[in-house]
């Protein structure tokens, strides 16, 4: 749900205050307010690019109001979650689209997970980014509800750097819209029992509302306190790598050991942080704080070592032995045997440099050390040596849609389903891409078609689903499929 757009605050540029006041704002002007918000707020940088319109709208709205010329404008922007101008921007600029009850199994692991808590410990959860209060609100119930937890004092801190958001969520007023994808069981059991009607709302009743406190809050700059349990779900898509990286440390740093952390179904701490255990099995992933001494069994996320051992020359050995030495290198893979597959394919390339390949295994194991450049160079020269490698083309897209390369993105996996028509997970990303990219439309075909592709895909196995089931990419593109719509028909 999209909160109102500052727009209805202010009189069209031009015919109020501004009277014949021209106001241009350039790409330097836009530059400069990129780098201060990608700074201030961690804000990817391309993400910001694709919001460059609605960003020069607002601006050139606010100036020609202000008699004020941008440079000066965003020279006086103090950048703060308290500063009334950066909150009007921040409404153009963030995309605040969340709904009651999103990606419920989630929420519903993290019930089951509370229970197995020690009881003896207050139970506080901290929503961060939790746009404007659906998801919080939506916790407060199941846990409410859940009779496993019956006496089972808890409380929520729900933050956003969006202080409108957070103003609207503190109403816990919701347009009956809101409840388009709720499904009659829920409604049933939650929200009609925790929701009164009011109009043609629905207004969160104070027995929920008692439970959740909302606060203004930039998860990159502001200081964070103790919780048991974190969730900071379909944030850091929007986040730079280097922000993700701090925010993810001062997760831990919050965390008691034991506690949890859930992120959104796009997002995985894969080469952000290796101290965090990934439960295993659950889906989408969520990870615990490991105890002292649990540490040395967890399974961890590996992060880049520096320093590789440089691989020895062979003699050549012909074909036969590199498609031998690739093999391995394919299981080593598997076993996330990292080191191990950089070597062989170094092996492979000193014998064969036009391997692609072995370019392409180097660039996977980049993918997943998170070391992108890395890995972007590998999927290109993988590709340049072979323009018919639809794996290569797809893991080209993934990077770029990872660093928030949209055009590039959407591209990449263009290539690779011309080259593959059978390669659902391209077609999936693809969606995903258009949808990160504010391209509703064109993202809500693309589920529909990713839906009935998977549908009828007949392998026991999709290519790319990282050991997920297909129902559950069906279950998300269906849900994407209900927030796009409904997000349509919010903005019409
Ligand atoms: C797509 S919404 C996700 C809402 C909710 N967590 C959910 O999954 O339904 C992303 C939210 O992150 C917030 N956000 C983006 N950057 C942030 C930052 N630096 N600090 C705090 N919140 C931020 C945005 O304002 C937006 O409300």
Not at 29 to 40: E, H, I, P, Q, V
Not at 313 to 326: H, M, N, Q, T, Y
Not at 347 to 372: C, F, K, P, T, W
């Amino acid at each position: 749900m999209k909160i109102n757009s500052h727009r209805i605050l202010l009189s069209p540029a031009g015919q109020s205050g501004g009277g014949g006041f021209k106001v241009s704002f350039s790409e330097s002007d836009f530059a400069r307010l990129r780098s201060l918000l990608s700074g201030k707020m961690g804000l990817r940088e391309k993400y910001l690019n694709s919001r460059r319109e609605a960003v020069s709208e607002y601006i050139t709205e606010r100036c020609t109001e202000l008699r004020m010329e941008p440079r000066r404008y965003i020279e006086r922007l103090r950048l703060d979650v308290c500063d009334p101008e950066l909150q009007g921007l921040l409404v153009r600029v963030l995309n605040g689209e969340t709904s009651f009850f999103r990606n419920a199994d989630q929420l519903q692991s993290m019930c089951d997970s509370i229970v197995s808590t020690d009881r003896d410990f207050p139970l506080s959860i901290w929503c961060a980014g939790c746009s404007t209060g659906q998801e919080p609100y939506s916790i407060a119930m199941m846990l409410r509800s859940d009779p496993r937890l019956a006496d089972r004092p808890f409380s929520i801190l729900a933050t956003d750097v969006s202080g409108r958001s957070i103003q609207f969520a503190r109403e816990g007023l919701y347009p009956a819209l809101s409840l388009k994808r709720i499904g009659e069981d829920r409604h049933r059991r939650l929200f009609g029992i925790f929701t009164e009607k009011s109009g043609d709302k629905y207004r969160i009743k104070n027995e929920i509302r008692r439970f959740v406190t909302f606060m203004s809050h930039n998860l990159n700059n502001d200081p964070f306190g103790a919780f048991s349990v974190i969730l900071c779900r379909n944030v850091f898509i929007y986040l730079e790598e280097a922000s993700q990286r701090r925010i993810i440390d001062k997760f831990y740093q919050s965390l008691p050991p034991g506690g949890y952390l859930f992120l959104g179904y796009a997002e995985s701490l894969v080469g952000l942080d290796a101290r965090f255990i990934a439960l295993a099995g659950s889906s989408p992933l969520h990870y615990r704080k490991p105890f002292p001494d649990m540490e040395m069994e967890v399974k961890r996320a590996r992060v880049r070592q520096p320093g590789e051992a440089q691989p020895k020359k062979v003699p050549d050995k012909g074909a036969d032995r590199r498609i031998e030495l690739f093999a391995r290198a394919e299981k080593l893979f598997e076993q996330k045997k990292y080191d191990g597959v950089m070597r062989l394919c170094q092996r492979i390339l000193s014998e064969d440099g036009n391997s692609a390949r072995a370019r392409y295994l180097m660039g996977r194991v980049h993918a997943q050390r998170a070391a992108y450049g890395s890995a972007l160079d590998e999927f290109r020269t993988s590709t340049a040596l072979d323009e018919l490698f639809a794996d290569a083309h797809f893991w080209k897209g993934f990077i770029h849609f990872t660093v928030g390369d949209f055009v590039d993105a959407v591209k990449s996996f263009d290539n690779a389903l011309l080259l593959e028509s059978d390669l659902v997970m391209a077609r999936f990303f693809k969606a995903m891409t258009l949808h990160a990219a504010g391209e509703l439309a064109r993202a809500l075909q693309e589920f529909r078609v990713t839906h009935d592709a998977m549908k009828s895909h007949t392998g026991p196995l999709m290519k790319f689903d990282e050991g997920f089931p297909r129902k559950h990419y069906m279950d998300m593109t269906e849900r994407y499929i209900a927030d796009i719509k409904e997000a349509m028909n919010t903005e019409e």
